[in-house]
């Protein structure tokens, strides 16, 4: 079946460690997405990437980092420099990141600080 | 600017019950589009529907409706006889040609009771 995997579903961060959340997807989409969501509020947007080794900031990026080795994995770290990591982190992808697209959302990261 | 605004934080109705989930939004551009997504307790987001600025037909899908009216800048969805399984977080977003980024609100949760 197509779509788009995350994992792990929960990780947990030690004060000052970095930590990587995966994302891998199977529907050949061009363009993916990293997005946090904190309680009560809508998502925000942290890094995207349209095409295979190129990426940009969204409105969060400060404190994480990304990279675009492959067309199907979109993984995003969380850095030490990321003072208040706990949230939930969805990962999306869509065709080419053309204005009409819709979003495709994976299961989603939950990160917890120890 | 763009924003979306749901004003209805949370919704608790009786199965059976119709429940309508309203969505107003801002944009200054004439091409957009406007998506809804569900997000179950699991927490995966799950694209609903996609609606184009030049389209204003309404749209039903089973026990879903949608109401789009751009006087009102309005993009209400309905639920008609909602059953438990409806119980989630609805999220009404916007993309338009100035900002590529999907703008959401903040979510409606809505409760259905047995």
């Known amino acids: 079946d197509g779509g788009i995997t995350q994992s792990p579903k929960y990780l947990f961060r030690k004060e000052g460690q970095n930590v990587t959340l995966s994302c891998e997807q199977n529907?050949?989409?061009?363009?993916m997405y990293w997005y946090r969501q904190d309680p009560g509020q809508g998502l925000r947007l942290i890094y995207y990437?349209?095409?295979?080794?190129?990426?940009q900031k969204g409105d969060i990026a400060e404190g994480y980092s990304v990279s675009r080795e492959k067309k199907e994995s979109f993984p995003l770290t969380v850095t030490s420099a990321q003072k208040n990591p706990t949230a939930f982190y969805l990962c999306?992808?869509?065709?080419?990141?053309?204005?009409?697209?819709?979003?495709?959302f994976g299961p989603g990261t939950r990160l917890l600080v120890l | 600017a763009q924003k979306v605004t749901q004003a209805q934080t949370e919704i608790s109705v009786v199965e059976k019950e119709d429940v309508t989930l309203d969505c107003v939004y801002e944009?200054?551009?004439?091409?957009?589009?406007l998506f809804w997504y569900k997000q179950p307790p699991s927490g995966e987001l799950v694209f609903l529907i996609r609606?184009?600025?030049?389209d204003e037909q309404n749209e039903i899908s089973g026990r879903y409706s949608w109401n789009f009216q751009k006087s009102t800048s309005s993009f209400n969805f309905t639920i008609t006889a909602s059953q438990v399984v409806d119980s989630a977080v609805y999220f009404c977003?916007?993309?338009?040609?100035?900002?590529?980024?999907?703008?959401w609100g903040l979510g409606t949760s809505l409760a259905v009771n047995p």
């Open positions: 977003a916007l993309k338009d040609g100035n900002n590529r980024k999907l703008i």
């Open positions: 529907l050949n989409h061009d363009a």
């Open positions: 944009t200054r551009d004439t091409t957009y589009y």
């Open positions: 609606r184009n600025s030049f």
């Open positions: 990437s349209q095409i295979v080794n190129d990426f």
């Open positions: 999306a992808s869509s065709i080419q990141g053309r204005l009409q697209e819709t979003q495709y």
